[in-house]
């Protein structure tokens, strides 16, 4: 009980609850971090994330911290950045997070935060999507699956997000995360024409394979997927 009483009043400590998860996220922003580690620190991460929808007063201790006023926002922001670098089990942690609380956050916290969560998982198919050969693809130890993609992870986390939100909401976060993607290509190459170009065509090919919201609705989740697939910037 004695043990308990500390804990809990550690956590009732100005910034104590926040201390805990910004070391946390500090553990999963190490560059390629333990696998064990990793997978230890986002189990914390997901408790973490339960105690703040149950107590969405935990929020108010990260007042003027980060110029950020929700802890779960911030929580989101922090893991989306982690998982846009380029170390694999990095991106692994941060898929994994999502994975599972996207399985119990409510359907507004997820579409609050909806941009964060999609754009790591499709900047991962995206990045795989410019190298086709085997060699070019990323793999990492999943357990009871062996080795698989991060492409495959990723489009994963994408189907329970999905399955939470919607089909339509989904298409708008990747229409917008692609913008992002290519606005990004777009001062790395110097090329304008070229990306409007390439905006044109994507915009052009949403609206064949989507049609109206109506039809996106009524995509099955195999035909959603095939169709995440093929968005090739």
């Known amino acids: 009980v004695e043990s308990n009483s500390k804990k809990t009043n550690f956590i009732r400590t100005k910034n104590g ?4 998860i910004s070391n946390s996220v500090k553990q999963i922003d190490k560059p390629n ?6 997978e230890q620190t986002v189990k914390n991460l997901i408790w973490a994330t339960k105690a703040i929808e149950g107590n969405r007063n935990l929020s108010v201790i990260l007042k003027h911290v980060e ?10 922001k922090k893991m989306s950045m982690i998982g846009r670098k380029k170390y ?10 999502f994975a599972s609380v996207c399985q119990f956050l409510s359907k507004d916290i997820i579409l609050k935060n909806l941009l964060n969560i999609v754009y790591p998982m499709r900047m991962a198919v995206w990045e795989e999507s410019k190298n ?24 994963d986390v994408l189907d329970t997000v999905e399955d939470r ?14 913008d992002k993607l290519l606005a990004k290509k ?8 070229k990306t409007k170009s390439s905006k044109d065509s994507f915009s052009n090919s949403v609206k064949g394979a989507v049609g109206s919201k109506r ?13 995440k697939e093929d968005w090739e910037l």
Request: glycine fraction near 6%.
């Open 215 to 227: 039809k996106a609705a009524r995509m099955s989740k195999k035909k959603m997927k095939k169709f």
């Open 67 to 76: 110029n950020e006023s929700d802890l779960l926002v911030w929580l989101i």
């Open 17 to 20: 609850f926040f201390r805990l």
């Open 132 to 155: 086709q050969t085997e060699s070019g693809k990323i793999y990492v130890k999943v357990e009871g699956k062996g080795n698989v993609s991060l492409n495959e992870l990723a489009l």
């Open 165 to 178: 939100v919607g089909s339509v909401f989904l298409l708008e976060a990747i229409t917008k995360v692609n």
């Open 88 to 97: 694999a089990e990095n991106k692994k942690a941060v898929f994994d997070y």
């Open 186 to 193: 777009d001062g790395a190459t110097s090329s304008r024409d």
């Open 33 to 38: 971090v333990n696998s064990d580690l990793a």
